[in-house]
């Protein structure tokens, strides 16, 4: 069974920095696309970045240029650097990944790690 499982969630000052992590385990062949999800307290959830199997990385307009996708292919993670953050950047942050196995591409969702931005 293939599993996400995110880490790295805190409670951060306002112009702060923090680093999520996400590791998938299981039998798979391989991963493409991975990316980062959050869910603000009474929102929808919002997609943040995104990163193919290869270098090409994407980003929502909110966070270009504070957050940093990038994966270890070796290592099957992908990693979400944030720096500068805001108040409204606090949200329940989730792994997504398009994970081929036995031949069919899924999409599986990590279980969520909080992020608190608050003085």
């Known amino acids: 069974q293939v599993q996400l499982v995110e880490s790295g969630g805190d409670l951060v000052q306002p112009g702060g920095s923090l680093r999520l992590s996400c590791a998938a385990s299981?039998?798979?062949?391989?991963?493409?696309?991975m990316r980062w999800y959050r869910q603000a307290p009474g929102k929808e959830r919002e997609w943040v970045a995104a990163?193919?199997?290869?270098?090409?990385?994407n980003y929502a307009d909110s966070v270009k240029g504070r957050f940093t996708i990038s994966r270890d292919n070796a290592k099957n993670t992908v990693s979400l650097q944030m720096n500068s953050l805001k108040p409204e950047d606090t949200a329940v942050y989730y792994c997504?990944?398009?994970?081929?196995?036995?031949?069919?591409?899924?999409?599986?969702w990590g279980q969520g790690t909080q992020v608190t931005v608050s003085s």
């Open positions: 997504n990944a398009d994970i081929l196995v036995q031949g069919a591409t899924y999409t599986y």
């Open positions: 299981g039998s798979f062949s391989r991963i493409n696309f």
């Open positions: 990163i193919t199997s290869g270098v090409y990385t």
